[in-house]
């Protein structure tokens, strides 16, 4: 592990300067993940989304970092994370090389979109280090079969055809990213992590496998609290597949929030941030 320390950075469009506390890399088999940590408290682990990076999380600092140690993460291909190797690998086991070379023994883990999908796995490669899932929302789940088609399909289509920008482009305009983009401060922040992706799946096909790839037929195995949140302007599948996760996880508690689209910790900070801390507050063990 190594390159930690403080820094002040902007906090890209959500409002001032953001004092960050420890950041830095952590070693994983064959590359190595980009972190952030803030405060103190049990663990919460937080996976960024596909094609953006820990940005997205900077409207939960303060809120959920004020009682919780908050630990946020690129995924390998994105933000300051190394690229995929050529060979297969597994996020799950990323995840938790993080969280021991941070010393973390267990922690609620979450993230949205794809953050939630790899969320949902380490759930099922390591059970006993899952204390809660923060699913907000998590797509795909493995085994889902799609309705609509994979929302971002479009995008990589034009950009292995015409290169980064037009995927960049194409990106912002999906109705995936619609409700985000109609947000100035979310627009403006989502805007600077996709201009910064390296477009790195374009040109190379990614070798990374999962725990379950049936995950959605074996949802009833994970007994951790789950906090499922979906926005009402989500695509199709994200809402159906929520509401899967509510039906089939023991021990879930679902939210649908009208307002909102894919990104609800983006859009609505203040609702995201509250209706985690409860769910938190109920369900962590105390510091």
Same mark, same amino acid.
């Given at each position: 592990?190594?390159?930690?320390?403080?820094?002040?950075?902007p906090d890209f469009g959500f409002?001032?300067?953001?004092?960050?506390?420890?950041?830095?890399?952590?070693?994983?088999?064959?590359?190595?993940?980009?972190?952030?940590?803030?405060?103190?408290?049990?663990?919460?682990?937080?996976?960024?989304?596909?094609?953006?990076?820990?940005?997205?999380?900077?409207?939960?600092?303060?809120?959920?970092?004020?009682?919780?140690?908050?630990?946020?993460?690129?995924?390998?291909?994105?933000?300051?994370?190394?690229?995929?190797?050529?060979?297969?690998?597994?996020?799950?086991?990323?995840?938790?090389?993080?969280?021991?070379?941070?010393?973390?023994?267990?922690?609620?883990?979450?993230?949205?979109?794809?953050?939630?999908?790899?969320?949902?796995?380490?759930?099922?490669?390591h059970p006993t280090m899952v204390?809660?899932?923060?699913?907000?929302?998590?797509?795909?789940?493995?085994?889902?079969?799609?309705?609509?088609?994979?929302?971002? !399909? +479009? =995008? %990589?289509? #034009?950009?292995?055809?015409?290169? *980064?920008?037009?995927? @960049?482009?194409?990106?912002?305009? &999906?109705?995936?990213?619609?409700?985000?983009?109609?947000?100035?401060?979310?627009?403006?922040?989502?805007?600077?992590?996709?201009?910064?992706?390296?477009?790195?799946?374009?040109?190379?096909?990614?070798?990374?496998?999962?725990?379950?790839?049936?995950?959605?037929?074996?949802?009833?195995?994970?007994? !951790? +609290? =789950? %906090?499922? #949140?979906?926005?009402?302007?989500? *695509?199709?599948?994200? @809402?159906?597949?929520?509401?899967? &996760?509510?039906?089939?996880?023991?021990?879930?508690?679902?939210?649908?929030?009208?307002?909102?689209?894919?990104?609800?910790?983006?859009?609505?900070?203040?609702?995201?941030?509250?209706l985690t801390l409860a769910f938190?507050?109920?369900?962590?063990?105390?510091?």
């Amino acid at each position: 592990m190594g390159g930690a320390g403080f820094a002040s950075v902007p906090d890209f469009g959500f409002g001032g300067m953001l004092v960050m506390g420890e950041s830095g890399f952590v070693e994983v088999e064959g590359g190595r993940l980009y972190y952030e940590r803030d405060g103190d408290g049990p663990a919460v682990v937080l996976v960024s989304g596909g094609f953006q990076d820990v940005r997205m999380y900077a409207p939960q600092i303060e809120s959920l970092s004020s009682r919780y140690s908050l630990v946020r993460c690129d995924l390998r291909g994105f933000g300051r994370s190394s690229q995929p190797p050529d060979v297969a690998y597994r996020h799950c086991d990323d995840l938790r090389l993080l969280l021991d070379g941070l010393g973390i023994e267990g922690a609620c883990v979450g993230g949205q979109s794809l953050g939630g999908t790899v969320a949902l796995d380490f759930a099922f490669a390591h059970p006993t280090m899952v204390s809660g899932i923060v699913l907000a929302p998590a797509l795909p789940v493995l085994g889902w079969q799609w309705i609509e088609g994979f929302p971002v !399909a +479009p =995008a %990589l289509k #034009l950009g292995r055809a015409d290169g *980064v920008e037009a995927f @960049r482009t194409a990106f912002l305009e &999906l109705p995936l990213t619609s409700r985000t983009m109609a947000s100035p401060e979310a627009a403006a922040a989502l805007r600077r992590m996709v201009a910064d992706y390296t477009g790195w799946h374009l040109r190379h096909r990614d070798p990374a496998e999962f725990t379950a790839p049936d995950a959605i037929e074996r949802l009833q195995e994970i007994q !951790a +609290p =789950a %906090l499922v #949140l979906v926005g009402g302007h989500d *695509v199709l599948d994200s @809402r159906l597949v929520a509401e899967r &996760l509510a039906r089939d996880l023991p021990n879930a508690e679902h939210h649908l929030i009208e307002h909102v689209g894919h990104a609800p910790n983006m859009e609505d900070p203040a609702l995201f941030n509250s209706l985690t801390l409860a769910f938190l507050d109920r369900t962590q063990p105390a510091g």
